[in-house]
């Protein structure tokens, strides 16, 4: 299966969900005005792309129909991705390797958003590049979650730098770095955590780890990737606020996308957060991640939602 078809696949309950609203707003042949844009508003508004992100898409929309460059309904999706395409430029997707020395990647998110499986689909993602990958278990906290990684980074034959459950994660990420260093890694992944972010003391043990990172290699970490749970919608854009707040999130890995009807989520984060998504989970395995590509993503979502 090609990429575009995985995640055409992936989204498919969302855009069941997306086509049907807009096949019901933008029959062929619709004239556009205000109660067709009123509508529109509705259904963009209930395929959880963001209340903020709608209003500006609308904005543009209708800015094209009074200068007369949209006058049906079938005009108006084809518009809708070019502007939603617009609001990713490459380089914000790209990922900031290091200079030299080995790239850190801190990889946060609450329990049960899928974020352990989300560090071993990078993993494989890194290590199909080429590139040499260690892993950190820095999720010290939940039961088994280190034998999780451990497993994950033997079937996907990476190295692994783990101490026992309950261990201080500040200790283990110290000795992750110094083995990525020792061994000329290209990159290492720490898994660090799960934890509400409702949980102070916990959201705080993940900035000592940050700071563990910084003080043992030079301008690390290098990403902090914030894995979020597609599932749960807007809900997943209040998760990502509040981590910002404990560390500096370069980007995020929107998980479990092929079992959401929510995908529209994805639209409302950027605008909402700032922070870009590099990568999307569309499946249980390790080869079940993609980086993220606003126009297939936008093809996918949207399908032909006007036929």
Known sequence: MGLFDKLKKGLSRTREKVATGFRAVLPFGRKVDDALLEELETTMLASD????????????????????????????????KDHIVEFWP???????????????VL??????????????KLAKHFSDQGKSVILGACDTFRAAAVAQLTEWASRIDVQIVKHQQDADPGAVAYDACEAAVARKADVLLIDTAGRLHTQDHLMRELGKIHKVVERKIPGAPHEVLLVLDATIGQNAVNQARVFSEH?????????????????????????????????????????DIEPFDPRWFVEALFGNATE
């Open 49 to 80: 792309m963001g209340p903020t992100m709608v209003a500006k898409l609308i904005d543009l929309v209708r800015s094209e129909w009074k200068r007369g460059t949209i006058k049906e309904a079938q005009d108006v999706v084809a518009h809708l």
């Open 247 to 287: 560390v500096d999130v370069s980007g995020l890995f929107l998980a479990k996308l092929d079992g959401s009807a929510k995908g529209g989520v994805v639209i409302g984060i950027r605008d909402q957060l700032n922070v870009p998504v590099k990568f999307v989970g569309l499946g249980e395995t390790p080869n």
């Open 90 to 104: 490459d380089a914000d997707r790209r990922i900031q390797y290091a200079a030299e020395g080995p790239t850190v």
């Open 107 to 120: 990889v946060a998110g609450i329990n049960g958003s899928g974020k352990t499986t989300s560090v071993a």
